[in-house]
């Protein structure tokens, strides 16, 4: 919110309730959909609070928005950043001049709107409406007594509660769309872009900034952890899937476009000498001949995990899916076809996962699955990473259920926190090292069924 005050956005925010008294045409409501930007959520009687005191919602959002300490407040730097010398840097290696103006950067690094209202301003980055959806339809009625939910949504408020709804708008900017601006390319990596890694569940814990208490269940539906993490891991392979068939987004010059591929494959040390060990192992998920760079499968393992335990049938079309997949990727130029079956199988996997009310004894089995039914799939760095954060995001959604005792799961944060220890350095990434961390973390799990 550079260069406004929390006084300003009050007073601004004061005469849009003072104009909406009289609903004279006069004052028209923007159109739906249009972005009024920040300055018109954050007044002090709206959600610009110094403290989470509000009645119904906390009422503090804009501080957490704005926390620059935290995760929480990674949103509204993300436009300030590529002012910096990381994202200039960037911009000029890929000669797109200034990268606070390069549409191929703006479309995940600020707030993607077709209509902007006069309060909008670009330097807030992702905004409260990147998310919740333009607010021209809905600003001035949303808090209104006897207005519902699904009143607001009709009128263009994004249904974040919705695990479908909210795997699709974080997946834009963090994995990549077929809109304007909403790709990182392989290129974009080798001029110095940070690698992206997500997982619904724990990147939405991360921003949180409200609470699921009993207000909030009587307005809306509250999916379980379990349930964010599944729904947000099949829309992860129907994305990448989905782009990477669609004949824009699937060759860079003479080459498939790398962003789409295991990058460890490509990056790891080579060596000539007659006694080398290879670095590349071996994996059962993907029928490649040594030397092929595999189609990143992060998201495929852990979809193909709890597809096992929630939705089997389902989940054995997408196996057989994934493995053709791969299979063709390493005979064909062409696997627009096998891709586009396997984004559908996906796109199944979302609505089942959906759909599934995930039990205590299936959230195990599904910890089961990802820590040792696949743990010989983790040979590369991503799978590895993804296998971490659904570990955690898996006890997490325990312990919130009054599943597991949180004393109880507190007690296997040393085993956890040795599995982020494996992950957080790409360049030392030891598959078996990994593969020996996760045996421990199975077997402290198992002690808390
Ligand atoms: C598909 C969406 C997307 C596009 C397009 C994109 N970025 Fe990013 N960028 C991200 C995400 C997401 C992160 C955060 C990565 C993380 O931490 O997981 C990020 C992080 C960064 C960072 C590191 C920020 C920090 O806090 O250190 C820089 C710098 C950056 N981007 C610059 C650029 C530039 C320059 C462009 C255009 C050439 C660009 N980005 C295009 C999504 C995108
Ligand atoms: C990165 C996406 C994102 C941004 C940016 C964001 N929110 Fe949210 N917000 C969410 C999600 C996800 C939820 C929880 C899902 C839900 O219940 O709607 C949520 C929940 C809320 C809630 C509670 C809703 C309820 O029914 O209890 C309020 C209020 C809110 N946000 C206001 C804001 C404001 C104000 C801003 C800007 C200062 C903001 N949000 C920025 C994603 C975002
Ligand atoms: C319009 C694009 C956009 C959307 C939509 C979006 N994000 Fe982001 N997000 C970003 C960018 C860009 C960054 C990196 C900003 C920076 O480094 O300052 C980021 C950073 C984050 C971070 C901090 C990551 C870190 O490593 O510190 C979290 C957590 C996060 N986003 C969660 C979410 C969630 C959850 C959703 C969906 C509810 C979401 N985001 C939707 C663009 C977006
Ligand atoms: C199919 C092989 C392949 C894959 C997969 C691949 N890359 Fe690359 N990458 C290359 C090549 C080739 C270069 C250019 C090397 C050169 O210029 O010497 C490169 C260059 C880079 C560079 C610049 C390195 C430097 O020192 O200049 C970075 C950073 C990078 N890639 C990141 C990634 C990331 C992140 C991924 C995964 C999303 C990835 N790459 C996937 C082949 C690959």
Known sequence: MAGLSRG?????????????????????????????????????????????TGKTVRQNELITWQDTTSAAGSHSQAWQVLTRSRAQGIAQRLGLGRAESAKECLGCHAEPASARGSK???????????CHGGAGGWLVSHYTVGVTHADNVKNGMTAL?????????????HFGSAKSGQFV???????????????????????????????????????????????????????????????????EGAFPEFYFFDCQSCHRRISDEPNAALTAEANPGRPLP????????????????????????????????????????????????????????????????????????????ALDAVLSGAAARYTDY????????????????LVAQGQVDRKA?????????????????????NPAEFRDAIRQLAGAVGRLK
């Not at 909008?120 to 990147?130: K, M, N, P, R, W």
């Not at 919705?162 to 900017?173: E, G, I, T, V």
């Open 290 to 365: 040594p030397g092929t760079p595999p189609f990143n499968d992060e998201n495929m393992i852990m979809l193909s995990a709890i597809a096992k335990v929630a939705a089997p049938g389902e989940g054995a079309s997408f196996d057989a899916a994934a493995r053709a997949f791969h299979t063709v990727m390493a005979q064909s130029r062409d696997a627009t076809a096998a891709a586009s079956q396997l984004a559908g199988a996906a796109r199944n996997l979302a609505a089942a996962m959906a759909g599934h009310a995930f039990n205590r004894g299936e959230t195990f089995a």
């Open 382 to 397: 991503e799978g590895g990473a993804q296998a971490v954060m659904a570990a955690d995001t898996l006890l997490n959604s």
């Open 409 to 429: 799961a507190e007690g296997v944060r040393p085993q956890i926190n040795k599995l982020y220890a494996e992950v957080h350095d790409t360049n030392a990434w």
């Open 185 to 251: 390319t392989h290129k974009m990596m080798a001029a110095g872009h940070p690698r992206v890694s997500f997982e619904l569940d724990l990147f939405s814990a991360l921003q949180r900034h409200y609470d699921f208490d009993a207000d909030y269940v009587k307005r809306k539906p509250l999916a379980s952890g379990i349930k964010f993490w599944a729904v947000g891991q099949a829309l992860a392979v129907e994305r990448q899937l989905s782009l990477y068939a669609d004949g824009v987004h699937t060759n």
């Open 161 to 173: 509660e919705d695990p479908r709804a909210r795997a699709n708008l974080c997946l834009d900017c």
């Open 120 to 130: 909008f301003q670009i330097s807030d980055g992702v905004g409260c409406e990147a």
């Open 8 to 52: 300003q956005c009050a007073r601004a925010f004061g005469l849009t309730l003072l104009l909406s008294l009289f609903s004279t045409p006069l004052f028209a409501a923007d159109a739906p959909g249009t972005h009024e930007g920040v300055a018109s959520c954050g007044g002090s009687t709206c959600h610009g609070r110094l403290a989470p």
